[in-house]
Nanobody
Framework: QVQLVESGGGLVQPGGSLRLSCVSS????????LNWYRQGPGKEREVVAS???????DYAYAVKGRFTISRDDGERTVNLQMNDLQPDDTAVYFC????????????????WGQGTQVTVSS
């Protein structure tokens, strides 16, 4: 059974930090890029950060320099360290696994976690 389970969300003041974690199971991890998405109130879901199976990272412009994504395939986790949080970062954050191009379509293209709420407010 495939699972992506996020944790670490909560309420934080502007300028504060949070660390999100996502533990995965039930699929071949190195067939997938791991991503964090977010969906703010009244907004579309957007990708925040990505990390490839080889550790190459990419970030949305809005979070570059403040957020850091990492993965530990041995522990089957992907983390998102979020620093200098601002009210615009308020959103539900989702862990996502995206099948790497070239991997057989026999394997699912995307897996999603259930999301964790991050609220930045004074």
């Amino acid at each position: 059974q495939v699972q992506l389970v996020e944790s670490g969300g909560g309420l934080v003041q502007p300028g504060g930090s949070l660390r999100l974690s996502c533990v995965s199971s039930g699929f071949i991890l190195n067939f997938y890029t791991l991503n964090w998405y977010r969906q703010g109130p009244g907004k579309e879901r957007e990708v925040v950060a990505s990390i490839s199976s080889t550790g190459v990272t990419d970030y949305a412009y809005a979070v570059k320099g403040r957020f850091t994504i990492s993965r530990d395939d041995g522990e089957r986790t992907v983390n998102l360290q979020m620093n200098d949080l601002q009210p615009d970062d308020t959103a539900v954050y989702f862990c996502n696994a995206e099948r790497i191009p070239g991997v057989s379509s026999y394997f699912e293209s995307h897996y999603w976690g259930q999301g964790t709420q991050v609220t930045v407010s004074s």
